[in-house]
């Protein structure tokens, strides 16, 4: 079983164009995360929930808003896509807050 | 300056060989020490995690942490083409951040037959 999962695993799409990338973790962990990671493989953290509420949320575009329909879901939509928003982004989750369990990452390419 | 600093390499050596990889920080408020290996197409996964200053041995995995001088290293022995990925460093904040890590750049490891 998959502890931490998201779809697509690829996305190529055109500049302005609103799309979602889905995660999901079936660990029980209460915080889950996004992280936006750039062609340097620079790992930057977006956003995180803990227990559905918004946590962190670090200086990111209005376009991205994250959504979380209960504990196990963490999904990001981003809206009027730019050519800069192509990265992979990974989600990841953690009981405690430290030891975080990242996902396979989605690669978004903006055409 | 950025909080975690890491040379990003790339660094390519021959199987059997000793790897160390370093990251320096400037945030005095961290306080716990993590290494995360990221494969190529893949999501990062932990490889140690380690909170005092000293050494941390796991088989052939060593983290060392030297708090006055704010310098982590991870040190791999015998090295193996499969270690062949991206070494990440990574820091909690603490307190009540929920885990916001901050990594490192990491740095591109080789490791050829």
């Not at chain 1, 509420?53 to 963490?74: C, G, Q």
Request: proline share 6%; with cysteine; net charge neutral.
């Amino acid at each position: 079983d998959t502890a931490v999962s998201q779809t697509p695993k690829y996305l190529v799409t055109q500049m302005g164009n609103d799309k979602s990338i889905k995660c999901e973790q079936n660990l029980g962990h209460d915080t889950m995360y996004w992280y936006k990671q750039d062609s340097k493989k620079f790992l930057k953290i977006m956003f995180s929930y803990n227990n559905k509420e918004l946590i962190i949320n670090e200086t990111v575009p209005n376009r991205f808003s994250p959504k979380s329909p209960d504990k196990a879901h963490l999904n990001l939509h981003i809206n009027s896509l730019e050519l800069g928003d192509s990265a992979v982004y990974f989600c990841a989750s953690s009981p405690s807050g430290d030891t975080q369990y990242f996902g396979p990452g989605t690669r978004l390419t903006v055409l | 300056q950025k909080e975690v600093e890491q040379d990003p390499g790339p660094l390519s050596v021959p199987e059997g060989a000793i790897v160390s990889l370093n990251c320096t920080y400037s945030n005095s408020a961290f306080q716990y020490f993590m290494w995360y290996r990221q494969y190529s197409r893949k999501g990062p996964e932990l490889l140690m995690y380690t909170y005092s200053s000293g050494n941390k041995e796991d088989g052939r995995f060593t983290a060392q942490v030297d708090k006055s001088s704010k310098y982590i290293s991870l040190f791999i022995r015998d090295s193996q083409p499969s270690d062949s990925a991206t070494y990440l460093c990574a820091m909690p904040a603490g307190g009540t951040s929920y885990g916001k890590l901050t990594f490192g750049q990491g740095t591109i490891l080789t490791v050829h037959p």
